[in-house]
């Protein structure tokens, strides 16, 4: 069966990018509300012309780039979390996919639970679920890649 995993290298890469990645995204949880929303802000006058041709009110687009950052974030990290099944597992990583799953869900809630004590931000049960929907989406996009390469390659 161990040819059946990536190398140790390829592995140790992988699981420290997954590692940067989520600690990333816990980093910018413990920002105040007034950096966060600087941040935001830089975003939003970058992108904001796009929104004004969808109609939308400059708050209405800085919901909207708030709420996308949580899903890329976690998005990279659901697909991060399924290149380490993959790392494990190369013929059949969706093996693994219910503990990529539930990390990523995990990651979530911490990530939620740390803004519960940073001044002015708030743990929110929606960016929980916006969380896990990139997790779940990054994971599928991977997990298809993976597949067609396990096809191409004659793997069963």
């Known amino acids: ?5 990536a190398s140790k290298r390829f592995t140790a890469v992988i699981v420290a990018l997954t ?6 995204a816990w980093i910018h949880s413990c920002f105040p509300a007034s950096l966060s929303s600087q941040e935001s802000e830089g975003i939003l006058k970058i992108v904001y012309g796009a929104f004004q041709a969808l109609g939308l009110t400059l708050a209405q687009a800085s ?8 899903f890329s974030e976690f998005f ?20 693994y996919g219910f503990r990529v799953l539930l990390g990523g869900l995990l ?8 803004q519960l004590g940073v001044e002015g931000r708030a743990g929110m049960v929606t960016d929980i679920w916006i969380d896990f929907a990139g997790v779940c989406c990054g994971a599928a996009l991977l997990l298809g890649c993976f597949t067609l390469h396990a096809k191409r390659k004659g793997w069963k």
């Open 76 to 95: 990279a990290i659901g697909a991060l979390l399924m290149s380490c099944a993959y790392c494990f597992d190369r013929r059949k990583p969706r093996r």
């Open 19 to 24: 590692a940067a990645m989520v600690l990333f």
């Open 63 to 70: 919901y909207l780039i708030r709420k996308l950052a949580h």
């Open 107 to 114: 990651a979530a809630l911490i990530d939620e639970t740390i």
């Open 1 to 5: 069966m161990k040819e059946n995993r």
